[in-house]
Every structure is written in C-alpha cells, then in structure tokens.
C-alpha cells in the first residue's frame, strides 16, 4: 500500500468498520526492535536519510498528506483508514482563517456529531506531566463509552469525542513529550514542512484515532476505546490565548461542537469528572459555563501537605474556595473565574454576535495586547487580560438577548501540581493578582451590562445583589495591607497595655510591651525589605530575602494570635456559673462580643461548612501552614504584584522565528502536466517501527535533570513603569493614611471621649468593626455554601 494516499473522501462517507478494541497477539505482532546502542537519535537519522521524493496533489490548495502508523499501534483486523493512518495538516494561514481557506478535520470529513471538544494546552511540558492528563482524558472517554444506558453515550460514545492537543512554539515544545505522543501514532518524525508552496507554515496538525494508553517510561497498553486526537503542533511560540484560538476560531467551527472542556497539560480529571461537567450542561439548557474542583496533588498519604508548608497552604486556600466561595457564586449564577486549567463552555454561548461582538472576541482581545502596547491599550487594560478567563465569564453572563449563567460542579474534580518553592509560587500569583484584581474592577465599573443582558429580571436582581457583594470584597482587597497591619497593632498593644496581665509575663515581668516594640519594627522593617526587592528583584534572584520574610512574617501572626487567644482566655467566664447569663455576658462584655464572635463566625465556619461538605480533612493537616503563611498572602504577595504591575508577560518569552529545518514542499509539474507537491517523506515501513520502538525505549532511560535557563526579563516601555508607580503609591498612600489615622494620638483621645465602651481597655472601634465586618462576609459565604448544597439535593 502506498504511504501517501489522496484523500478525496465525500463529506459524509459510511464508517464500514466495527470498534475492535483488543490488541493483535504477540506472534502477531512484528517484534519490538531494542537497540539501546543505536537509541532514538540514530533511528530518527536513519529514517530522514532514507526519506525519498513523492509528487502529491494538493486538496483545496492545502498540503494534507496520510501516512502509515506504526504496525505496533494498530488494532488486530482493523482495516480502517483512521486507525492505519495518520493524517498530517500544513496550515499556512492564521487560526481565524482555517475554514475559509477550505482546510478540514477528519470529525467533519466523516460527519460526526461532536458532543465533547476537549483541549490540552501545552508549552515545554515534559512527559510526565502530559501523560498524566492525557491517560485520564482516555480513561473518561472510556467511562463514556461504558455508559451503556444514556442515550447519548455507549459504546460508540468515542465517536462523539475530540481531544485536540495545542502545543506552543516546535522549539519549545519537550522532545520526550513528542515521544509519548509518536508512541501513540499522533506525531512522526520526517513528515512535517516549513514551507508550502512558499508560504511559511503555522501550524502542524497531526490526526490519529488512537487506541493505546502510554506510561511516563514508554509502557504501552490499551486505552479501552478508541480515541478522535488532533495535535496541532505550532511552528512559533505565541502563548495560551493563540492556542485556544486555534481551538475555537480554527477548529471549533468545523466540528461544531456541544461543549468544550480546557484542561492545562499537568491537570488530571478524575475518572467521571468530563462526564459530570458535561452532564451539567445537558440537564440544565441555560448554563454556558461550568468548572469543577480543582485540588491539590496531595501524594501518597498526604505526604506532599505534610512534608512543604506552602504546598499545605495552597491546598487550604483552594479548598475554602470550593467550600464557600464557588458554591456561593453558583448560586447566584455568575461564577467570577473558571479556571482555566479545568473548566467548560457552551460552544453555543461562547458565540460572538453578528457584529462580531461577544465572548470570544472579548477573550482574544488580550492576545494582541501583551506586545509593547502597540494597539493603544493601557496598563490598566493589558493587566486586566492576564486573567481573560474573569473577562469570558464576565462576557458571557452578560451577553445580549441571551441568558446564561455559569455553574460549579462539586463531583466533577482534577487534581493538579502547585508550586513548592517560594520564586514560583511568588511569580505564579503575581499574574493571578494582579489580572483578578483589575477584572474584577472592570465588571464592578461595568455592572449595568446585567441590565442589557438576556436575564430575566430576577436573575438581573440576584445578579446586582452579587456584583454589591464583590464590591465589597473588592475594597477589603484593596485595603488588606492596612487591615492587617491594623489588627496586629491593636490586638498585640492591648493585650500587653496592662502589665498585670501581660500574655508574655512568662518571659519577666512587662516583657509584653518589649515584644509588640520589637515585632512592631519587625513588620514595618519587613514591609519596606519586601517594597525594596519588589520594586528591583526578580524572585528567583531574592529567594532567601522573601523565604525568610516569609518566615518573620508568620512569627508575627504567631503573636498576633497568641495575643487575641490570651485576650479571649481573660475574657470568659472561668466558673459554670457566669455562663449562666450568655445574653448579658454579651451585652455587657465588648471583648466577647467582638473578638469572641468574629473570630468563631469566621473560623468556626471554616469547619463548619468543611463538615458539611464532607470534607474536613483539610483542617487538619494544613489549617495550621495557612495561619502561618497568611501574612505572606496580603504583604508579600499583594507587594510584588502590585510592584509589578508594568510587566504584563505571560512569564515566556515569545518565539517569532522559525527553525526552517524540516524542508518545504515545492509546486512542480507532474507527469500529466497537472501541479503537485514535491515532499521528502519516509518510504520504508521497518524505519518507522524501528523510531517507534527506539521512542519507547528512550522513555524507558531517565533524562538527565536539567537547569532552568531563564531568558533576561523584557525591558518595559517607560511609560508602563510611571503608571505602575502612580497606582502603587494610590494603593500604598491608601492603605499608609488608613494606618496613621487610627493609631494617631487624635483618633484614640476621640474615641475616648465619644465612645461608651472605652471603659473596656480591650475595646477598639476600627478593630470591633473589622472584625464584624469579616465575619458577616464569612457569614454570607456560609449560607451560600448551604444554598448550593440544599439545591444540589434537589437537583438544581
């Protein structure tokens, strides 16, 4: 059979084959070929040096070639073009151009109805982390195909499936990772052009049905169904947002498909997550977007939480999030991020409107922006579309004539890797903040579009209510510096005001004041330090600087809250009997009804809802790194990111060369005088199952481990520099003038005077109203986090 067929294949042709899962036995198969001293490199040289010319026509103008897969891949007894063959695309044009320029997929060619689009974004990930994700992509097709009951799922329910892998930049993109991918017959070495006809190649687009499930060390086994792959592999490195343009602006229209899921390489979906999220969208027809639970990869036993503090802390900050925070904005309906590493989308409601106006054009909107500014966009503007995935829910909650919400979907989960040294998690949460907080500033400013959108007027009330509620939040982000600055003053001064019952009299007597003076310089000392590296470091070169701000900073918690816990502990009543009033003990003692409260409101429903939700463990193995490590979320975090603002890069340095090292396909006179296409294609069979098993045996060996070189930092225009120091001193002045007024001398001799309490040393008014103010936003959160679990019961 020859290995370049032309594929003229009518747009709807019978499938003549049956699904035929199993493997062909041993005797068989050909025989694995394991030439350790040759490896991978010498068969890949040996398959390029024995390439030889094919004349090829082009389809519509465009270079599609189908080549034979490895015979160790291919199912027994199965004839089928799309299990024999891989189907290589040259995409010469941008990723909005795809279909007119009459480029096809195999799902269109062979007219099937796509339920589920799936897309893996990839940069420089190695294999471990893409096998990961792409073995539970499979095993979730597999549960779909075992669901012999639904009406639209079973045992052909793969059919219905298109996983489509985005790579960005063929430079970058890890060579091992390649492998795994060639293992399963969706990539091959010497097919690929630079050029076609002249036009320079943006992308390559590798399909394969594939039926193999392959391990980090190249263990080869069946998948349990069949799976429809699309591997576009881009000739530059344009970042995130281009890949997912190729997604939904190339692709999307051509498989047209109910709903699509994106998933980051490294994420891992349970095995009944997809099918969960896309049972959302199937049994409610309003919901345009869903995400699930993302957690943290704990390792065996826990031992990831126990062993890294910072890996603890995440892992209790994300769970309070899916506890309190997504079951609340469920309820409302307007979820104000879904994340991007596990999430889906109505194709439907992430349409543009006939002006081409709407989700996806606002979506792709940043993706011009992150340039130099070339486009007229400001600062504020480029740093709220490094969190575009807040723009898109924002987009489509209040699109036009059309009502959608958003859902979360708590038995939909994936667990995926948090970063465990200080320089990455610093640098991760640097783009996280400062694109959340300019987002969400951008939907508060803009909440009358609920009013022009497609809700119905008691969805647009609920709405508002929310859009108040993040408001709110809002400020208390914006001033949290202050707050707890403030909080740490108040409580450490007042518990050690009165020396007879100094909380650190252990040490000597009135040793308290001592320790609030020298943890007092201590955090005002750490604040500038952390001002200092911000403005002038990079993480990774101040690593120790911000690890041991990290540590004095939890030092000071420590006090802090050694302090209120002391203060509570004088407060209460010490025999049964003065328990037996609570009412007036409340009314009458200021320290119980502020501190007390506040402190049980919002802590206390931290393990209250955690029960709720059946969920309490978190409590207890990273509840107390959280503590530790909360300072360093407001001072350190919230600095660097606010120091930062100029840099609006994604973190990669984009690639807009090309290597030109594959050849291009020229246009030549055949020999009926029609033009073809004059390709270098690999000719002989036994060279492609040698790379193949040379691939496997290369996954098989340990790479070697490899330092990060990172690429000099872009130097910024002068202008982005001047905005970022007039929004850093708006929110430094802010948070500094909060600060001086209510520790000022004026401000305590007033309050003395006007203020009844005040015969309560502990009482402070600022701090009554803090803590008040966190504990009936905690309480908020609560009861929508009850709501959501209430109408989960329900089923709504």
């Given at each position: 059979m020859s290995q370049v067929t032309l594929h003229d294949a009518p747009p709807v042709p019978a499938m003549p084959y049956a699904f035929q899962p199993d493997y062909p036995p041993m005797q068989q198969r050909p025989p694995v070929l394991r030439q350790p001293s040759?490896?991978?490199?010498?068969?890949?040289?040996?398959?390029?040096?024995?390439?030889?010319?094919?004349?090829?026509?082009?389809?519509?103008?465009n270079l599609v070639l189908d080549v034979q897969v490895p015979t160790h891949i291919v199912p027994a007894g199965n004839t089928s073009e799309e299990m024999n063959k891989m189907r290589y695309t040259a995409a010469t044009c941008d990723p909005d151009e795809f279909m007119r320029r009459k480029y096809t997929l195999r799902p269109y060619l062979y007219g099937r109805q796509t339920e589920l689009f799936i897309v893996m974004t990839m940069y420089n990930e190695d294999e471990v982390l893409f096998v990961r994700t792409m073995n539970s992509v499979i095993k979730n097709v597999a549960h779909l195909c075992s669901r012999t009951r639904s009406k639209t799922w079973g045992p052909d329910g793969w059919k219905k499936v298109v996983v489509c892998v985005v790579s960005d930049g063929r430079n970058k993109v890890n060579k091992r990772t390649l492998q795994v991918l060639s293992l399963m017959g969706c990539y091959q070495e010497g097919i690929a052009k630079d050029s076609v006809a002249g036009k320079d190649v943006t992308a390559h687009i590798f399909e394969f049905t594939s039926n193999v499930m392959v391990s980090e060390k190249g263990e080869v086994s069946t998948g349990g169904c069949p799976v429809q792959i699309v591997f576009c592999l881009k000739e530059q490195n344009k970042k995130k947002l281009n890949s997912h343009r190729w997604f939904f602006n190339a692709f999307g229209p051509l498989i047209k498909p109910n709903v699509c899921v994106l998933l980051d390489v490294g994420t891992k979906p349970t095995g009944t997550s997809i099918y969960e999220l896309w049972k959302c969208f199937d049994k409610h027809v309003n919901v345009g977007g869903a995400c699930g639970e993302i957690c943290v990869e704990a390792g065996r036993g826990c031992g990831l939480l126990l062993m890294s503090p910072l890996a603890a802390s995440q892992n209790f900050e994300y769970k309070m999030s899916n506890i309190l925070d997504k079951p609340l904005e469920s309820v409302f309906g307007y979820i104000s991020v879904l994340p991007g590493a596990f999430s889906a989308y109505r194709y439907k409601a992430l349409q543009n409107g006939p002006d081409g106006r709407g989700p996806l054009a606002s979506y792709f909107k940043g993706e011009t922006m992150h340039g130099g500014g070339?486009?007229?966009?400001?600062?504020?503007?480029?740093?709220?579309?490094?969190?575009?995935?807040?723009?898109?829910?924002f987009e489509i909650v209040t699109k036009k004539r059309e009502g959608w919400i958003l859902k979360y979907v708590k038995s939909a989960k994936a667990a995926t890797d948090v970063p465990t040294t200080v320089p990455e998690f610093i640098s991760q949460r640097r783009r996280w903040l400062n694109g959340s907080l300019f987002a969400s500033i951008h939907a508060t400013i803009f909440f009358w579009r609920i009013w022009t959108s497609g809700q119905n007027f008691f969805r647009k009330i609920v709405l508002q209510i929310e859009f108040i509620y993040n408001a709110v939040q809002l400020l208390f982000t914006w001033t949290s510096l202050a707050n707890f600055y403030l909080a740490f003053f108040f409580l450490v001064s007042s518990a050690t005001a009165d020396s007879q019952n100094d909380p650190f009299k252990f040490l000597s007597n009135g040793a308290g004041k001592d320790v609030f003076e020298v943890f007092l310089k201590l955090y005002i000392g750490l604040l500038f330090v952390i001002i200092v590296c911000?403005?002038?470091?990079?993480?990774?070169?101040?690593?120790?600087?911000?690890?041991?701000?990290?540590?004095?900073?939890?030092?000071?918690?420590?006090?802090?809250?050694?302090?209120?816990?002391?203060?509570?502990?004088?407060?209460?009543?010490?025999?049964?009997?003065?328990?037996?009033?609570?009412?007036?003990?409340?009314?009458?003692?200021?320290?119980?009804?502020?501190?007390?409260?506040?402190?049980?409101?919002?802590?206390?429903?931290?393990?209250?809802s955690s029960f709720m939700h059946l969920e309490p463990w978190h409590m207890f193995t990273s509840f107390i790194q959280y503590m530790f490590l909360l300072p360093s979320y407001v001072n350190i975090l919230m600095m660097y990111a606010m120091c930062n603002l100029h840099d609006v890069t994604w973190g990669t340095k984009g690639d807009n060369g090309s290597s030109k090292d594959l050849g291009g396909a020229k246009k030549v006179k055949g020999e009926d005088g029609k033009e073809v296409m004059e390709v270098e294609l690999p000719t002989q069979r036994e060279d492609v199952d040698q790379l193949w098993a040379a691939a496997r045996s290369s996954l098989q060996q340990k790479p070697p481990e490899m330092k990060e070189h990172r690429d000099a930092a872009t130097k910024q225009a002068d202008h982005d520099r001047n905005s970022r120091t007039n929004v850093v001193l708006a929110w430094v002045g802010t948070n500094i003038a909060m600060i001086v007024v209510f520790t000022s001398n004026a401000f305590l001799n007033w309050v003395h005077e006007h203020v009844e309490n005040m015969t309560d040393a502990n009482f402070n008014p600022y701090l009554s109203f803090l803590f008040f103010a966190l504990a009936g936003l905690s309480a908020i959160r609560f009861v929508g986090s009850l709501l959501y679990l209430i109408f989960r019961l329900f089923g709504f």
């Open positions: 040759a490896g991978y490199s010498a068969a890949r040289e040996k398959l390029m040096k024995r390439r030889s010319v094919r004349h090829v026509e082009l389809q519509q103008g070339a486009d007229g966009a400001g600062l504020f503007e480029r740093n709220m579309y490094l969190a575009e995935d807040r723009i898109l829910c911000s403005l002038g470091n990079r993480p990774q070169g101040s690593k120790w600087t911000y690890s041991i701000s990290m540590i004095l900073f939890g030092l000071c918690n420590v006090i802090t809250l050694w302090c209120a816990g002391y203060t509570i502990y004088l407060a209460l009543p010490h025999t049964v009997a003065g328990w037996k009033d609570l009412p007036h003990l409340i009314e009458t003692n200021a320290t119980i009804r502020e501190l007390v409260i506040s402190i049980a409101a919002t802590y206390g429903l931290y393990f209250i």
